[in-house]
């Protein structure tokens, strides 16, 4: 019985884990005025890292937030269109 007990708070540290790193990964972006005057309001942004493929514009991802569909296609080192 006590087995059974540290099974199910490993499972729970485990997906306390995985769930605020996935937390973790998004940016707030402070609103701001463009040169042009235009102010862009603020908004949620995916971490900034060495990939494109993971960002919420590429195709086949989702942004969180807004529910909007990627159109972008990746650019990686394999692609020919870039």
Known sequence: MLIFHMKQI???IILAISMSTMLLADTYVNGYYK??????????????N???????SER??????????????????????C
């Open 10 to 12: 490993l499972i729970g």
């Open 35 to 48: 040169s042009n005057g235009t102010y862009v309001q603020g908004h949620y942004r995916s971490s900034p």
């Open 50 to 56: 060495s990939t494109r493929s993971d960002n919420w």
């Open 60 to 81: 086949g991802n989702t942004n969180p937030y807004t529910g909007k569909q990627g159109t972008r296609n990746s650019c990686g080192a394999l692609s020919l269109n």
